[in-house]
């Protein structure tokens, strides 16, 4: 309860300060609301569970994927200081959004009632199709903003039709009471049941744009602020996966949503890694790679067992973790090539840069898996996860698709570590940024060779 | 304390040299290359046989890696081998021009720790994570340094080798679950597989090394790789990143899928015999001396692997004693090749002809590294050759004669070679320095090698023949 007060008051804090129009200030408190936050749960001050009647939950699975959330948020912010150094208004409008989609996040981990999932995802959502025009001369922007806010419209429908059929095969929203349910069905046919899911797990897939869901993905993060598109790809990516597994985590599920399930893996794999192989565009880049780790992170939901949840913990804040650093210096390249996303704007970092040209490449190799990062312990086990369910066949194709994204990652690491053949404006890196940097590319070869370090 | 010491001093000497890049970087590489050489020594005198555990320690348990090294009778000539190397791949550089010297004999000295660690795992994870690690420092190699065309070379060299390394992680993973967890070799020795799933999974345990060596048809990425790389990062490469292909199939391919190889074994031979002789008459039309190298070396290497897939006491042994006389054949070959380029400007032979009229000593020098070539009787390569042909031919004489043609291809291109550089016509109208000092001190004592190890071969012999035999058993025992 008391963090989902002080993220509620935080917001609105940010708000008011927006009207004296001093950015520091705005991101000193959101940053100070948030690691309060922080403490909060860490310290399971007040976080009385469950709440409202049991309709939400803080165990020990919300607390962790809420924490990683707000770490990132944390991260984010510090990265605001500089992004927004030069926009003259609104600053504190889009940190306080960026807050109250946080608080949709943390709901969204901890519900126990359909109910709830769905006002949270739309708690979540809602700020997000305003940050997405968060640029509002340019047309871009407002073309993503417009994408998402349709596409997403239509998820919530088939979202809300799907707990809705649901409800009429269960006769309650409760999650343990669909378990039981779906318990007692096992082996049995419900097709209203059967329909629900299916439309469910299609609004929740959308979210983490799982193939065929993933159309307003690409587009939406080359549209949306940078900022804006690291924090979908992060913070609403990780709970986003966070609702997903507990919805079906103790479902019995049909044979027909597991069909679905290994057949929407086997696409989102397929079609991420290999339409990311043509990008030439980081932004772009970024978000088929998104839709390629959306892959191996539902291979982790084929055949779930004690261990999913840790892995997913685990795969998804490192890949958080290096997402950040990572649009971070796509930021600062970017300035520097005057608004030029091409990956080749990175050409001559290593030259300029040395140190953050490492850290990139750090970041970059664990995008792509090698070891010693943390990327890699979290494809490992992902693997380990999927050969121990017995899909076999389904890993294998994972495996070659992990190939394939090595190869783009390691195109831009090519680029970073290629002399630049022409003068251009030298890359500056503000120290906050550098230090942004620094932390996430050491925190993803610290939590390679010691794993043990971010466990639920 | 040997085994923390092998992977620190390289690692800890490249920390400093890529974080502080002091000017002296190549000397203070070469005192580094050769403290661990001092310490290899060591371990080699103190050997006893066995299996010689130094390390065994909790990593993340839970997933079946832990930090166990040591090393047996192959993994000590391995190490050996790579700590014999790279005091010559860094001692090459005094011939080559670069910049950022501090970088480039960081990076070789990465390499060197992750060859050790590799060397030195007795964990089939912490196997992998060498194995790919030593991926990294290369790829800066080749894209910094390399010549033209790098970008794209590079970039295909990498992905050619992950896809290896991805198949042999899922092949891994597949073992583990198999073992409950437990990484460790010799755990991984006593499951038992059934024979038609060992089958399948041979080929996901040995794509990895049959490109790295590489064998036809995955050598598609090699010649090129080799020409472009700068002269040391060929040296790496050829001297040892490919013998881990070699131990590779030794310590997780033969030990553990058995049947697997049972199964196969025949098409391995018989398509590292076509590789073999296909780059040897590849090599034979080169006009360029560095793609010569590099095409002998994929002949050689062809034998190589099929004597180790001989799978007899003969082959195997012959197979890794030649591995280390393969090793000091490249260092001296593209050592030639960089001396030529040196005095020169090029690598083209067509360009050369009559240079032992102005270089007498460096053409006697560079016989003395050809006779190793060709397997003469008396250099460490006949002794090889040898024991890998009558391995051989305990499966098929007509194999046996297929491969004994590499040794007369081998031959042809060698002397050929050797003719259009040294002998023939003075077409360079340039008057060239003669052997210096340098040359001498880097060659003769390889050709010392190469000698006083095709005489007496017996303390690398010793060190094979135990754990060859010692496999041989548990096999015939399963």
């Given at each position: 309860m008391s963090v989902l007060v002080l993220l509620s008051v935080l917001g609105v804090v940010l708000l008011y300060l927006g009207l004296f129009n001093n950015r520091g200030a705005v991101a000193g408190v959101g940053i100070a609301g948030l690691l309060g936050a922080f403490v909060l749960i860490a310290s399971d001050w007040?976080?009385?569970?469950?709440l409202f009647n049991g309709i939400i939950q803080f165990d020990t699975y919300a607390r962790s994927f809420s924490l990683v959330m707000i770490v990132v948020a944390v991260l984010l912010f510090l990265f605001g200081i500089d992004y927004y150094a030069k926009v003259k208004e609104n600053v504190a409008e889009q940190y306080a959004l960026m807050v109250f989609s946080l608080t949709g996040g943390l709901l969204i981990c901890s519900f126990t009632n359909l109910v709830v999932l769905f006002l949270s995802i739309e708690i979540l959502s809602i700020p997000l199709y305003i940050l997405a025009g968060g640029k509002r001369d340019s047309f871009r922007s407002g073309e993503a903003a417009f994408k998402y806010f349709l596409q997403g419209s239509y998820a919530s429908a088939f979202l809300l039709m799907g707990l809705a059929l649901i409800y009429g095969a269960t006769a309650s929203f409760d999650l343990a009471a669909i378990e039981a349910f779906s318990t007692a069905l096992a082996g049995g046919q419900n097709m209203i049941f059967l329909l629900g899911l299916f439309l469910t797990i299609a609004g929740v897939a959308f979210k983490v744009a799982?193939?065929?869901?993933?159309?307003?993905s690409p587009d939406v993060y080359e549209g949306a602020p940078t900022l804006i598109t690291a924090f979908m790809s992060t913070v609403v990516k990780t709970a986003a996966f966070a609702a997903f597994y507990r919805l079906i985590a103790n479902l019995q599920l049909p044979g027909a949503v597991e069909t679905m399930l290994v057949v929407m893996t086997i696409c989102t794999l397929f079609l991420g890694n290999i339409v990311a192989?043509?990008?030439?565009q980081f932004k772009r880049l970024m978000a088929y790679s998104s839709i390629a780790h959306t892959g191996f992170l539902l291979l982790a939901f084929l055949g779930t067992d004690a261990r999913t949840p840790d892995v997913l913990f685990y795969y998804l804040g490192t890949y958080a973790l290096a997402t950040v650093g990572l649009f971070i210096v796509l930021t600062l390249a970017k300035r520097a090539a005057l608004g030029d996303e091409h990956i080749?704007?990175?050409?001559?970092l290593f030259r300029s840069n040395p140190w953050i040209a490492v850290a990139a490449l750090l970041m970059l190799l664990s995008l792509a898996g090698i070891p010693l990062t943390a990327g890699f312990v979290a494809k490992y086990r992902v693997f380990v996860l999927s050969l121990t369910n017995g899909y076999i066949w389904t890993t294998v194709l994972a495996v070659l698709m992990a190939v394939v994204g090595i190869y783009y990652y390691i195109l831009v690491v090519r680029e970073a570590f290629t002399a630049q053949e022409q003068e251009t404006k030298p890359i500056v890196v503000a120290p906050l940024n550098w230090l942004v940097i620094s932390i996430c590319g050491v925190a993803v070869v610290v939590l390679g060779v010691m794993p043990g370090l971010l466990r639920m | 304390m040997i085994a923390a010491l092998l992977l620190l001093i390289p690692f800890l000497t490249a920390l400093v040299l890529v974080s502080l890049r002091p000017a002296q970087a190549r000397p203070i590489a070469l005192v580094s290359s050769l403290a661990s050489l001092a310490v290899v020594l060591y371990a080699w005198i103190s050997y006893s046989g066995g299996t010689v555990i130094h390390y065994n320690l909790n990593w993340v348990d839970a997933w079946g890696l832990r930090f166990v090294v040591g090393y047996d009778g192959v993994g000590l000539l391995m190490v050996i081998l790579t700590a014999v190397v790279f005091p010559f791949i860094i001692g090459a550089g005094y011939g080559q021009q670069h910049d950022r010297q501090a970088t480039f004999n960081g990076l070789l000295l990465f390499t060197q720790a992750f060859l050790f660690l590799v060397f030195l795992a007795q964990n089939a994870l912490l196997f992998y994570i060498g194995y790919e690690l030593t991926l990294i420092p290369v790829f800066f190699l080749l894209l910094f340094w390399?010549?033209?065309?790098r970008r794209a070379i590079t970039v295909r060299f990498f992905i050619y080798t992950l896809v290896g390394g991805l198949s042999l992680l899922f092949g891994i993973v597949y073992l583990l679950i198999q073992s409950g967890g437990n990484g460790d070799f010799t755990a991984l020795t006593n499951l038992s597989i059934p024979a038609s799933t060992q089958v399948w999974l041979f080929w996901a345990l040995f794509l990895a090394f049959a490109i790295k060596l590489p064998i036809f048809p995955f050598h598609s990425w090699q010649p090129e790789t080799y020409y472009m790389a700068p002269l040391q990062g060929t040296m790496v490469l050829g001297a040892v990143m490919l013998k881990m292909g070699l131990y590779g199939v030794y310590k997780l391919v033969f030990p553990i899928v058995p049947a697997g190889v049972e199964h196969w074994q025949t098409t391995v031979i018989v398509l590292a015999l076509i590789g073999a002789v296909y780059g040897g008459v590849i090599a034979f039309r080169q006009s360029d001396f560095k793609r010569l190298v590099a095409f002998s070396s994929m002949s050689h290497v062809g034998v190589l692997c099929a004597g180790l897939f001989a799978w007899n006491a003969y082959g195997i042994s012959g197979s890794f004693y030649q591995a280390f006389a393969h090793a000091i054949l490249v260092l001296g070959m593209l050592y030639i090749v960089g001396a030529m380029q040196e005095r020169t400007?090029?690598?083209?032979?067509?360009?050369?002809?009559?240079?032992k009229g102005h270089a007498p000593r460096l053409a006697a020098l560079f016989l003395l590294v050809l006779v190793n070539a060709v397997a003469l009787p008396l250099t460490q390569s006949f002794v090889g050759e040898w024991l890998m042909f009558a391995g051989l031919w305990q499966v098929s004489g007509w194999l046996t004669f297929f491969a004994l043609t590499t040794i007369v291809i081998g031959a042809i291109y060698m002397l050929y070679g050797y003719q259009r550089v040294m002998l023939g016509p003075d077409r360079t109208n340039v008057t060239l320095a003669d052997a210096s000092v340098r040359d001498h001190i880097y060659l003769v004592p390889l050709i010392a090698v190469t000698l006083i190890l095709g005489v007496y071969p017996g303390p690398i012999l010793e060190l094979l023949d135990a754990p060859v035999q010692q496999l041989l058993s548990s096999l015939s025992v399963n």
């Amino acid at each position: 309860m008391s963090v989902l007060v002080l993220l509620s008051v935080l917001g609105v804090v940010l708000l008011y300060l927006g009207l004296f129009n001093n950015r520091g200030a705005v991101a000193g408190v959101g940053i100070a609301g948030l690691l309060g936050a922080f403490v909060l749960i860490a310290s399971d001050w007040h976080l009385e569970s469950p709440l409202f009647n049991g309709i939400i939950q803080f165990d020990t699975y919300a607390r962790s994927f809420s924490l990683v959330m707000i770490v990132v948020a944390v991260l984010l912010f510090l990265f605001g200081i500089d992004y927004y150094a030069k926009v003259k208004e609104n600053v504190a409008e889009q940190y306080a959004l960026m807050v109250f989609s946080l608080t949709g996040g943390l709901l969204i981990c901890s519900f126990t009632n359909l109910v709830v999932l769905f006002l949270s995802i739309e708690i979540l959502s809602i700020p997000l199709y305003i940050l997405a025009g968060g640029k509002r001369d340019s047309f871009r922007s407002g073309e993503a903003a417009f994408k998402y806010f349709l596409q997403g419209s239509y998820a919530s429908a088939f979202l809300l039709m799907g707990l809705a059929l649901i409800y009429g095969a269960t006769a309650s929203f409760d999650l343990a009471a669909i378990e039981a349910f779906s318990t007692a069905l096992a082996g049995g046919q419900n097709m209203i049941f059967l329909l629900g899911l299916f439309l469910t797990i299609a609004g929740v897939a959308f979210k983490v744009a799982a193939v065929p869901f993933h159309f307003w993905s690409p587009d939406v993060y080359e549209g949306a602020p940078t900022l804006i598109t690291a924090f979908m790809s992060t913070v609403v990516k990780t709970a986003a996966f966070a609702a997903f597994y507990r919805l079906i985590a103790n479902l019995q599920l049909p044979g027909a949503v597991e069909t679905m399930l290994v057949v929407m893996t086997i696409c989102t794999l397929f079609l991420g890694n290999i339409v990311a192989l043509r990008q030439t565009q980081f932004k772009r880049l970024m978000a088929y790679s998104s839709i390629a780790h959306t892959g191996f992170l539902l291979l982790a939901f084929l055949g779930t067992d004690a261990r999913t949840p840790d892995v997913l913990f685990y795969y998804l804040g490192t890949y958080a973790l290096a997402t950040v650093g990572l649009f971070i210096v796509l930021t600062l390249a970017k300035r520097a090539a005057l608004g030029d996303e091409h990956i080749r704007i990175f050409r001559g970092l290593f030259r300029s840069n040395p140190w953050i040209a490492v850290a990139a490449l750090l970041m970059l190799l664990s995008l792509a898996g090698i070891p010693l990062t943390a990327g890699f312990v979290a494809k490992y086990r992902v693997f380990v996860l999927s050969l121990t369910n017995g899909y076999i066949w389904t890993t294998v194709l994972a495996v070659l698709m992990a190939v394939v994204g090595i190869y783009y990652y390691i195109l831009v690491v090519r680029e970073a570590f290629t002399a630049q053949e022409q003068e251009t404006k030298p890359i500056v890196v503000a120290p906050l940024n550098w230090l942004v940097i620094s932390i996430c590319g050491v925190a993803v070869v610290v939590l390679g060779v010691m794993p043990g370090l971010l466990r639920m | 304390m040997i085994a923390a010491l092998l992977l620190l001093i390289p690692f800890l000497t490249a920390l400093v040299l890529v974080s502080l890049r002091p000017a002296q970087a190549r000397p203070i590489a070469l005192v580094s290359s050769l403290a661990s050489l001092a310490v290899v020594l060591y371990a080699w005198i103190s050997y006893s046989g066995g299996t010689v555990i130094h390390y065994n320690l909790n990593w993340v348990d839970a997933w079946g890696l832990r930090f166990v090294v040591g090393y047996d009778g192959v993994g000590l000539l391995m190490v050996i081998l790579t700590a014999v190397v790279f005091p010559f791949i860094i001692g090459a550089g005094y011939g080559q021009q670069h910049d950022r010297q501090a970088t480039f004999n960081g990076l070789l000295l990465f390499t060197q720790a992750f060859l050790f660690l590799v060397f030195l795992a007795q964990n089939a994870l912490l196997f992998y994570i060498g194995y790919e690690l030593t991926l990294i420092p290369v790829f800066f190699l080749l894209l910094f340094w390399g010549g033209a065309d790098r970008r794209a070379i590079t970039v295909r060299f990498f992905i050619y080798t992950l896809v290896g390394g991805l198949s042999l992680l899922f092949g891994i993973v597949y073992l583990l679950i198999q073992s409950g967890g437990n990484g460790d070799f010799t755990a991984l020795t006593n499951l038992s597989i059934p024979a038609s799933t060992q089958v399948w999974l041979f080929w996901a345990l040995f794509l990895a090394f049959a490109i790295k060596l590489p064998i036809f048809p995955f050598h598609s990425w090699q010649p090129e790789t080799y020409y472009m790389a700068p002269l040391q990062g060929t040296m790496v490469l050829g001297a040892v990143m490919l013998k881990m292909g070699l131990y590779g199939v030794y310590k997780l391919v033969f030990p553990i899928v058995p049947a697997g190889v049972e199964h196969w074994q025949t098409t391995v031979i018989v398509l590292a015999l076509i590789g073999a002789v296909y780059g040897g008459v590849i090599a034979f039309r080169q006009s360029d001396f560095k793609r010569l190298v590099a095409f002998s070396s994929m002949s050689h290497v062809g034998v190589l692997c099929a004597g180790l897939f001989a799978w007899n006491a003969y082959g195997i042994s012959g197979s890794f004693y030649q591995a280390f006389a393969h090793a000091i054949l490249v260092l001296g070959m593209l050592y030639i090749v960089g001396a030529m380029q040196e005095r020169t400007g090029t690598t083209d032979m067509s360009a050369m002809g009559g240079l032992k009229g102005h270089a007498p000593r460096l053409a006697a020098l560079f016989l003395l590294v050809l006779v190793n070539a060709v397997a003469l009787p008396l250099t460490q390569s006949f002794v090889g050759e040898w024991l890998m042909f009558a391995g051989l031919w305990q499966v098929s004489g007509w194999l046996t004669f297929f491969a004994l043609t590499t040794i007369v291809i081998g031959a042809i291109y060698m002397l050929y070679g050797y003719q259009r550089v040294m002998l023939g016509p003075d077409r360079t109208n340039v008057t060239l320095a003669d052997a210096s000092v340098r040359d001498h001190i880097y060659l003769v004592p390889l050709i010392a090698v190469t000698l006083i190890l095709g005489v007496y071969p017996g303390p690398i012999l010793e060190l094979l023949d135990a754990p060859v035999q010692q496999l041989l058993s548990s096999l015939s025992v399963n």
